[in-house]
């Protein structure tokens, strides 16, 4: 059974740090790319990172780009998200998810597995 578990969100203050993690089971990890994704009430699922297979290649939304950082290991089926300076609109349910190695990393329906998500609230 595919499984990817997020955890690591909570309530921080505007320009704290958080670390997201997803543990995947069920399906080949490194053979997936992996990618996060936010999604605030009232909005669409928008693409935040994402990562090669290796995670030796990453992408990044630019509002997010130079304050999160993506990794992956995947000697343990893990894929991270780095959030430091955080702001109040990075207030979010964040989502990890699997793609294909041909799918569009920006594109959520690219993404065959998603995680279940976990909040991410930033107090300002």
């Known amino acids: 059974q595919v499984q990817l578990v997020e955890s690591g969100g909570g309530l921080v203050q505007a320009g704290g740090s958080l670390r997201l993690s997803c543990a995947a089971s069920g399906f080949s990890f490194g053979y997936y790319g992996m990618g996060w994704f936010r999604q605030a009430p009232g909005k669409e699922r928008d693409f935040v990172a994402a990562c090669s297979r290796s995670g030796g290649i990453t992408y990044y939304a630019d509002s997010v780009k130079g304050r999160f950082t993506i990794s992956r290991d995947n000697a343990k089926n893990t894929v991270y998200l780095q959030m430091n300076s955080l702001k109040a609109e990075d207030t979010a349910v964040y989502y990890c998810?699997?793609?294909?190695?041909?799918?569009?990393?920006?594109?959520?329906?690219?993404?065959?597995?998603w995680g279940q998500g976990t909040q991410v609230t930033v107090s300002s």
């Open positions: 998810a699997a793609r294909p190695a041909s799918g569009s990393y920006y594109n959520p329906l690219s993404y065959d597995y």
